[in-house]
């Protein structure tokens, strides 16, 4: 994975861009008791937007609302059940009226050996990467149509903009994310709705932790030595992204290379875990 170091806190993903005036607009924020999800929530909080935070785990959603203080509430939610979602949108908007955000951000990361790594394991992450981000956007994108205005965020992976040895599994759910933003920058885009993919690299998180700590040994090799962005820097760049009326963002030095550059500078990361791969045979055993 593509990783740097960087300072940041919920505090920087406030002050990154100007509050707007407190209103009534409000903001969905899967993904939203912990980490990267958590610190967007606190941008959009800074902005004077009333918050709804989703994600799995009611404890954790508490815990989130906590530390986030006022103007904030909680939806325990799988997104990867199509139905359950369908309803509770369908309550929000009869409740709240349109969004004026949707931040996609629940996913989750097991990366693994393709030739070690269950199917289950596939389908989990397309079923929450892909498909759980999918699911919220359509139940609430047509209503932000309608009224002319909103933005959506899908938060992709630096894992869509190259090949990495050992995310397999994860990586085509982030891929598709990619694709789906770019359509729907097009489509919703023709109805006032702007759309932004997020492509943040490893970022310090209770998730990269889980994560790291089943990466196979190869995929540890390679990412030995770099540094995880901070949630508040990353937050605070997607933010940002979306105030320019962007449609893509990588935030830190090596994902925005990867981003801008294209395939060349893929390419030289492919050939460098080549290389890693024939020098340390027994990795890939």
Not at 228 to 243: E, M, Y
Request: with cysteine; proline share 7%.
């Amino acid at each position: 994975m593509v990783t740097e170091a960087h300072p940041g806190s919920h505090e920087q993903a406030k002050k990154s861009v100007p509050a707007t005036a407190p209103g009534r607009v409000w903001a969905l924020v899967t993904g939203g008791s912990s980490g990267m999800g958590e610190a967007l929530a606190a941008g959009l909080l800074g902005r004077g937007c009333h918050v709804v935070l989703l994600a799995r785990d009611p404890g954790r959603l508490a815990a989130a609302a906590l530390r986030l203080g006022g103007g904030t509430e909680t939806l325990a939610l799988d997104v990867g059940d199509a139905d359950a979602v369908a309803a509770a949108m369908t309550a929000l908007l009869g409740r709240l009226g349109p969004p004026g955000w949707v931040v996609a951000s629940a996913g989750i990361a097991l990366p693994g050996r393709f030739l070690d790594q269950p199917l289950a394991e596939h389908e989990a992450q397309w079923r929450t990467n892909y498909l759980g981000s999918l699911h919220v956007v359509h139940a609430l994108a047509p209503s932000m149509a309608r009224a002319g205005r909103g933005q959506v965020i899908l938060v992709s992976s630096a894992a869509a903009l190259g090949g990495f040895a050992g995310y397999a599994a994860y990586a085509p759910s982030k891929w598709a994310l990619r694709g789906l933003g770019d359509i729907l920058s097009l489509e919703l885009g023709a109805h006032g709705v702007r759309v932004l993919t997020a492509f943040p690299p490893d970022t310090d998180t209770p998730q990269l932790a889980e994560e790291s700590a089943r990466r196979p040994a190869f995929t540890a090799r390679f990412a030995a030595g770099s540094r995880p962005l901070t949630p508040g820097f990353v937050a605070g760049r997607i933010l940002a992204a979306a105030d320019r009326g962007a449609r893509h963002v990588a935030p830190g030095f090596g994902a925005s290379l990867l981003l801008w550059a294209g395939r060349p500078w893929a390419r030289y990361l492919e050939a460098a875990q080549r290389r890693l791969l024939r020098r340390h045979p027994e990795d890939s055993r």
